[in-house]
């Protein structure tokens, strides 16, 4: 079992991050050789500053060790410090229709917002298969918004397989059952997003103990009064729940049989301690990363050299099969 995942350092992580995707991460490197990227160049599908977009990506490195990814056991890196994603991610661009990637849910969401477009953004889910066939990955964790681009990542991987020979496993996506579409506290048909300019519609891993509490006491609820999981008739309070369940490692029926005629206000103050408390000893940590950023470096570069060399391997093979010369 191989697997690789990538989150953008567009923003500050929140809890759909750690939910949907970070906490799989974590759960995966016993189990799997892992490798977890920052995907700056992802990031700059939409305009982002310079300065901004440097120190986001560290922190998003530093976010997937204090969150508990051990660079011993997993390669933790920097997408553009291997050059073969942007390579790849052209080759494999030059195998995808254009009806195919305006099919993307998520470029019709994204281009919708803007008035214009970059070509970056439209060429977003080759790149994205990039990441994972040059790595040859079987397991791809990710939240539920991804399930789409990573059914274009297998077709992918078996048209090039059978036009150029065998050369790539068909990568499976593994999407938690509870966690993988995590709703925005301010607007429960809306994904918690890093871009949301509404900074109480989403926790984010290095808020304060009291804006925790701030942002969820102020979360909309449903109207009625009982606290059942029901996403279609109670999409507000299923959300708070499934969090809750995450952040306290109970199930769901649990959940539910304990909050038997208690309120919201309850229901609110136990999930907002619950997830202070979940937060705690990531921010610990990432408080004495920050403080030790040449360590960070370091485990970035030895990240990038492993990544480096697998890759490699993998371009040799592609670019043969797919007819390019060797340059000697
Ligand atoms: P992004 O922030 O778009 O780079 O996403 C990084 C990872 O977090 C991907 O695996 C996403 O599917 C996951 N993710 C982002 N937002 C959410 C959310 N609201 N709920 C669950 N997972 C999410
Ligand atoms: N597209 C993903 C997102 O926005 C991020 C991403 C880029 C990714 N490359 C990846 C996720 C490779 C998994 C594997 O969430």
Known sequence: MRVLSGIQPSGHLHLGNYLGALRQFVDLQDRAQCLFCVVDLHALTVRQDPAALRQS???????????????????????????????????????????????????????????SVSL??????????????????????????????????RDLAARFNARHGETFPVPAALIGAVGARVMSLQN??????????????????LDTPDQVRAKIRVAVTDSEREIRHDPEHKPAVSNLLEILALASSQSLAELQEHYVGLGYGRL???????????????????????????HLRAVLGQGAELAHALAEDTMRDVRTAMGLLTAR
């Open 57 to 115: 990506t560290l922190e998003v490195a530093s976010l997937y060790l204090a969150a508990g990814i051990d660079p011993q056991r997993a390669a933790i890196f920097v997408q553009s410090h291997v050059p073969e994603h942007a390579e790849l991610g052209w080759l494999l661009g030059c195998l995808c229709t254009f009806g195919e990637l305006q099919r993307m849910t998520q470029f019709k969401d994204k281009a919708g917002e803007r008035e």
């Open 120 to 153: 970056g953004l439209f060429a977003y889910p080759a790149l994205m298969a990039a990441d994972i066939l040059l790595y040859r990955a079987s397991h791809v964790p990710v939240g539920d918004d991804q399930r789409q681009h990573l059914e274009l990542t």
């Open 188 to 205: 429960p048909h809306e994904k918690m997003s890093k871009s949301s300019p509404d900074p109480r519609s989403r926790v984010e891993l």
């Open 268 to 294: 609110k103050q136990d999930l907002a301690e619950a997830v202070v408390a979940l937060l705690e000893p990531l921010q610990a940590r990432q408080r004495e990363l920050s403080a030790a950023p040449d």
